[in-house]
């Protein structure tokens, strides 16, 4: 009964700690400005299904895909396990879910072959990043925390993989020795490799036994609590992400309601004006984006695909896709911060942009969307990027003087350069 009641204050306790993270994410996804993503629903259900669910985008890289796969078909499957030691820890029964027979002995084997592809798949995840040191998990960007924060997912990860096998390991010699409490169930075709190593004493076996229970199951609610402070949230967000990402075609801008009501006031004097309230143009904060571009923030998995596909980065300028993501997360979490500590309306002093994103960043980009294509899951930086650009321009009539000359070529001339319309085809009469 003692360790019944420790297990259900420990699940409460880890199901409680994660919702108050959880809401505090929520809420500063929240912080961001409106955006209705509510059309076509069964076309984002699709999407949601073929890229979050599929994994499609994984598979431009075979390798990664295979072993991610493994992780998450492992993931996704193990956790009817995690269901089984939930019943038991609160009821106090050993493999609850026996009595399911044969289905139970196949469960029980699948779930130790998935074990095995997830450890395996873990280390050499491992190995990539610390040892082939593959260079889109370098970067400014990628250093102390951000660096450290998948080595310590992967290390978990195989520590609770090795855990189940032992577990089951200790188990099915616990039911070789007859032992009352652990009756006849499961299939072993992993963890029956291991039971050489074990000792044959009883007691012996029982205490592994339950200590690598508990570690599994302590383990699994501690994992749970790290994922608001880790990358490995798109676990959670891949899904909402795909289904609520942008559907419009690659490359096609937003207009903003205020500027297209000026446009057609000129073009129409009779056009009567939307009532559209008066706002800031582009955005200098994450409050000034949009809760889409901020839960892609979250979503971020710091795989490093953007960058790797950055025509911008390739070629030694500054700006990577990766670090727009981080920087507006980290900013985000900052100001959640802030409310938390100071009130709704604190203001530090410090924006996205100028404080975490410089303007050499954004005018590096090019705005090809290859860092949105390359995404395994529908994260748009380009969108966060042109939003600075047009605070950078609308609001504070600051640009590179390339542009500005391009804007006054437009301007008098019709065209981004700089000869009349006029001569406009003189190349053609000297050719």
């Known amino acids: 009964m003692a360790a019944q009641i420790i297990f259900t204050l420990i699940a409460?306790?880890?199901?409680?700690?994660?919702?108050?993270?959880?809401?505090?994410?929520?809420?500063?996804?929240?912080?961001?400005?409106?955006?209705?993503?509510?059309?076509?629903?069964?076309?984002?259900?699709?999407?949601?299904?073929?890229?979050a669910f599929?994994?499609?985008?994984?598979?431009?890289?075979?390798?990664?895909?295979?072993?991610?796969?493994?992780?998450?078909v492992g993931?996704?499957?193990?956790?009817?396990?995690?269901?089984?030691?939930?019943?038991?820890?609160?009821?106090?029964?050993?493999?609850?879910?026996?009595g399911l027979g044969g289905f139970y002995n196949f469960l029980i084997a699948a779930f130790e072959l998935l074990a095995l592809g997830v450890w395996l798949a873990c280390a050499i995840f491992l190995i990539r990043r610390?040892?082939?040191?593959?260079?889109?998990?370098?970067?400014?960007?990628?250093?102390?925390?951000?660096?450290?924060?998948?080595?310590?997912?992967?290390?978990?990860?195989?520590?609770?993989?090795?855990?189940?096998?032992?577990?089951?390991?200790?188990?099915?010699?616990?039911?070789?020795?007859?032992?009352?409490?652990?009756?006849?169930?499961?299939?072993?075709?992993?963890?029956?490799?291991?039971?050489?190593?074990?000792?044959?004493?009883?007691?012996?076996?029982?205490?592994?036994?339950?200590?690598c229970w508990w570690f599994h199951i302590i383990g699994i609610f501690?994992?749970?609590?790290?994922?608001?402070?880790?990358?490995?949230?798109?676990?959670?967000?891949?899904?909402?992400?795909?289904?609520?990402?942008?559907?419009?075609?690659k490359g096609e801008f937003t207009n903003m309601a205020s500027v297209t009501n000026e446009v057609k006031a000129m073009l129409d004097p009779s056009y009567i004006p939307a009532d559209v309230t008066p706002g800031k143009f582009g955005a200098k904060d994450v409050q000034d984006l949009n809760w889409v571009n901020l839960m892609n923030a979250y979503t971020c998995?710091?795989?490093?695909?953007?960058?790797?596909?950055?025509?911008?980065?390739?070629?030694g300028k500054l700006l990577s896709p990766r670090k727009i993501m981080m920087d507006t997360r980290d900013r985000l979490e900052e100001v959640g911060k802030n409310i938390d500590k100071h009130g709704k309306?604190?203001?530090?002093?410090?924006?996205?942009?100028?404080?975490?994103?410089?303007?050499?960043?954004?005018?590096?980009?090019t705005s090809c969307n290859a860092c949105t294509e390359a995404c395994p899951v529908n994260i748009d930086p380009l969108a966060i990027i042109v939003e600075l650009r047009r605070y950078a321009v609308m609001e504070e009539s600051i640009a590179p003087a390339s542009i500005n000359a391009m804007f006054?070529?437009?301007?008098?001339?019709?065209?981004?350069?700089?000869?009349?319309?006029?001569d406009r085809f003189n190349w053609a009469e000297n050719n």
């Open 408 to 422: 006054g070529n437009v301007e008098n001339n019709g065209a981004p350069w700089k000869y009349s319309p006029a």
């Open 12 to 51: 409460i306790a880890g199901i409680v700690l994660f919702s108050l993270n959880a809401k505090k994410v929520i809420r500063n996804i929240k912080l961001g400005k409106p955006l209705n993503r509510s059309d076509q629903p069964q076309k984002r259900l699709a999407t949601m299904l073929k890229i």
């Open 54 to 72: 599929g994994q499609t985008k994984m598979a431009a890289r075979p390798v990664p895909f295979v072993l991610h796969l493994l992780v998450y």
């Open 222 to 249: 501690a994992f749970l609590n790290y994922l608001p402070y880790s990358k490995h949230f798109h676990i959670i967000f891949a899904f909402p992400n795909t289904y609520f990402s942008n559907l419009e075609p």
């Open 345 to 365: 309306d604190y203001n530090d002093g410090k924006s996205l942009l100028d404080h975490y994103i410089t303007r050499e960043e954004i005018w590096a980009c």
């Open 130 to 211: 610390n040892i082939l040191k593959l260079k889109r998990f370098k970067g400014a960007e990628m250093k102390a925390w951000p660096k450290s924060d998948a080595n310590y997912i992967l290390i978990t990860e195989i520590l609770l993989m090795t855990a189940f096998l032992t577990m089951n390991a200790a188990d099915a010699k616990l039911q070789a020795l007859q032992v009352g409490h652990y009756i006849q169930a499961g299939a072993f075709p992993v963890s029956m490799h291991l039971q050489s190593l074990l000792p044959d004493n009883i007691s012996a076996l029982i205490a592994i036994e339950r200590f």
């Open 75 to 98: 993931f996704v499957i193990i956790n009817i396990e995690v269901l089984e030691i939930f019943i038991d820890g609160i009821f106090g029964t050993h493999r609850v879910f026996a």
């Open 301 to 315: 998995t710091e795989c490093g695909r953007c960058t790797s596909s950055c025509p911008a980065n390739i070629t």
